[in-house]
Every structure is written in structure tokens, then in C-alpha cells.
């Protein structure tokens, strides 16, 4: 299937009288004929439709659906982004371990990487995106699990070097997990790129509504778990009656693995119906990404061209210093866009006041039009100095482009600007 047919169809086929629309199943427990029944099921963790703390038939529809986006083989969707990201690091990495990321990567990750893994003894190593093979080299230890990075970092905008980075991967022997989160798999599949773990917030453009807080891991199938390095892979878990994941589930070990050890112990599951809302965004999801793109390049234009902005920052613009990336990479730059304004933070802040249809909110990737100024609201405990050094500009405004008609974005920016 195509993407546009998967974003209806993939995950779900109703037979002979069955519902049209995926169900929603809110029922916390399904019924067994008997105990050998129960018993088999305990045994085959692939048949895991025991309790919904880690399994449920509505969000396993969306999970196949954004496995088969993705060109994965297998997906476990988590109550939140954040929770994607942190069960995908848990399920390699255990106290004493360490791992590789890019710093241009979403601020909450930052945060759970730079301080949260950190008290429970894992190690996040920042590494420069534009340092040398040598330099990445020597910032392996032995103890290096994985290395981590963002198709397009939010908020930076950088785009990632999946040729680069993937092959770096591939020397250490260890996976590459991508957060994919705003180019979505209709822009960019990190699979066919060399990721071999991708995760999402579906908070974004996937439930695109603003309707529900998700993320989802998919698995590639691809790594080879059985390479020296991933002996929880390979050796009997005890915690489930002596199972080897990279042997008797070799399909899809990662998500096995995250799902009978990790969703089973920390339980951050979605509930049926936020995966019924998340599937209603994603039916329409490629559709809404081209559109997203075409709008947000058309806005970016228009702010370049106005004497009140210094800089515009937009992977879609010949002017970023990844175009060369976007064009290899991406089917178009997604729907957001920074805009540094002439002057700072105070016309920033007139510009973001005087705007009417475009809503000023603590949110990116809504089907409507919406700011946020870095400076004075989610990085606000910083100084203009500090703002700097985290490469927050205090005159930078995020525009998050919605799908409303063209002209009228343009008309609500153009009156803000006035203003300004
Ligand atoms: C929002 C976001 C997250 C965190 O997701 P939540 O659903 O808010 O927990 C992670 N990565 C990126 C790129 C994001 O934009």
C-alpha cells in the first residue's frame, strides 16, 4: 500500500459484519475458554492480549498501521512522546551504560537524557552533529549502547545526517534510533535511511488535533541483536519464564522485548479511545503533511521578504544551511518555522499579541495556525545571555503554519506586523 492507502486502511480489515471504524475495546481483560487457553498465551508473548496495561485490540490496529508507515516490522505506541523516548533508551541501556546523541534534539529529551537518565546511571554523550569520524570514535566507550538523533530537530530545525551518522552506527555495532516526530513517515521513512528504531510523539502531527498525548517506538526488524553487544537480547529473561528475545522472537525482538519487560513493569499504555482519536488523525495524515508543507514555504517566503524580520530559519528555504539534507532526506520541511524578528524580544512579543487568527499556544504541529515565544514562555528562566548560548534567539517566534486557507494565514501575519 501506498502511504495514502496505508493512512486509511493499514492495521485494520473489517470482515462480514464487523464495525467499519476500528472499535474502541475499553475493556481492561479478555475471556479465555480455559486455563491451558490462558496458560498458551503467557507463553507466546507475540499473543500478548492478556490486560491492557500492555495490549489492547484498538491501539494494536494503530500500532500495525504506524509499523507499516514506517516500513517497520512491528510497533508498541506509550501514553506520551516522552515515554516513547525513554522506554526506547531503557530497553538497551541499564545503570553503567552510555550513550550517543546530537544535541540538536526536542528540549524535553534534553532534559531526560542530560538529567533524568543521568541520576539512574546512564550516560547521554552529546556529540557535535558536524564533528569528524575521529572525534565520534573516540567518544565510543564500551559501554556505548546506541546513538540518537532527531529527522528534523524541534526546535532547531536541523536537519539529520542520516548517511553520516548511520554508518558511524553501523562501525560501533550498535542501532541508530531516530525521533521522526515532525517530518512523520510521509515525509521521511528513517528505516530506508539507516534507523534501526524509530519513535514518534504522536501529540504532533500524527493525531495533528491537538486531541490526545501519545508517541509510539517502531521496530525495523533489521538490527542484528545477536552481535556480542546486546546480551539481554540473547540470554534467557528469568522475569519471563526463561524467554530469549533475539532468538525464538527474532521478527521483532525490540518491541517484544519493550514490551513484556518495560510496558509491563511501568505501564504507560495508552487507552483505547486516545488511540481512537490518534487513528482518526492518522487517516488523514498524508494528505494534511503535503498541505502543511506547501502552506509553511509559502509563510516562510512571505516573513523573508518583510524589512521586520532579520532571519527566517526553514529547511524548505534554499537559504538553511541543510537544504542540501532536505533535499536528499525529506518530501518536503514540515509545517514549522522560526522567525527572528529585527530588534528582539519586544517586537517579537507586539507581533505575537496583535496576531487574531493564529492562537498563541504551548503547542507545534495543530491543524491550526499557532506561536510560541522560546523567550518568554518554555525557556523563560533564561537570560538574554543564557537564551544565546542555548541558541535561542530572544526575537524568535516559532510558527507552527496550520491548514487554514493561504491567504488568510498571510492577511493575520501581515496585520501583526503592521502592529510591530
Ligand atoms: C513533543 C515532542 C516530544 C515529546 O512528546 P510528548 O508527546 O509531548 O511527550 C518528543 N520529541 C519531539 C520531537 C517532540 O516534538
Known sequence: MRDETACLHAGYTPTNTQPRVVPIVQSTTYVYDSTEDVAAVFDDPTRSLIYSRFANPTVMAVEEKIAALEGGVAAMCTSSGQAATLLAILNLCQAGDSFISVPE???????????????????????????????????????????????????????????????????????????????????????????????????????????????????????????????????PDDSYHGITYAGTYSQAPFIIKARMQLMRDFGCYPAAHSAFLLNLGLETLAMRMKQYCENALVVARHFEASDKIAHVVYPGLPTHPD??????????????????????????????????????????????????????????????????????????????????????????????????
Open 323 to 420: 537544504y542540501a539534507l532536505t533535499q536528499r532526506y525529506l518530501k518536503g520541511a514540515s509545517g514549522v518555522i522560526s522567525v527572528i524578528f529585527e530588534g528582539g524580544k519586544a517586537p517579537a512579543q507586539r507581533f505575537m499579541d496583535s496576531l487574531k487568527l493564529t492562537s498563541n499556544q504551548v503547542h507545534v504541529a495543530d491543524i491550526r495556525s499557532c506561536v510560541l515565544h522560546p523567550a518568554s514562555e518554555t525557556h523563560r528562566q533564561l537570560n538574554d545571555e543564557q537564551l544565546r548560548q542555548a541558541g535561542i534567539d530572544p526575537g524568535m517566534v516559532r510558527f507552527s503554519v496550520g491548514l487554514e486557507a493561504i491567504d488568510d494565514i498571510l492577511a493575520d501575519i501581515d496585520q501583526a506586523l503592521a502592529a510591530c
Open 105 to 235: 534534539i526536542y528540549g524535553g529529551t534534553v532534559n531526560l537524557f542530560a538529567v533524568t537518565l543521568k541520576r539512574m546511571g546512564i550516560e547521554c554523550i552529546f556529540v557535535d552533529s558536524d564533528a569528524s569520524d575521529e572525534e565520534i570514535d573516540r567518544a565510543f566507550k564500551p559501554s556505548t549502547k546506541l546513538v540518537f538523533g532527531e529527522t528534523i530537530a524541534n526546535p532547531a530545525l536541523k536537519v539529520f545526517d542520516f548517511g553520516k551518522w548511520s554508518a558511524v552506527a553501523k562501525r560501533h555495532k550498535v542501532p541508530l534510533i531516530i525521533d521522526n516526530t515532525f517530518a512523520t513517515p510521509i515525509l521521511c521513512k528513517p528505516i530506508e535511511h539507516g534507523a534501526d528504531v524509530v519513535i514518534h510523539s504522536t501529540s504532533k502531527y500524527m493525531d495533528g488535533h491537538a486531541v490526545q498525548v501519545g508517541g509510539v517506538i517502531v521496530d525495523s526488524g533489521r538490527f542484528d541483536w545477536t552481535n556480542g553487544n546486546f546480551p539481554d537480547f540473547t540470554t
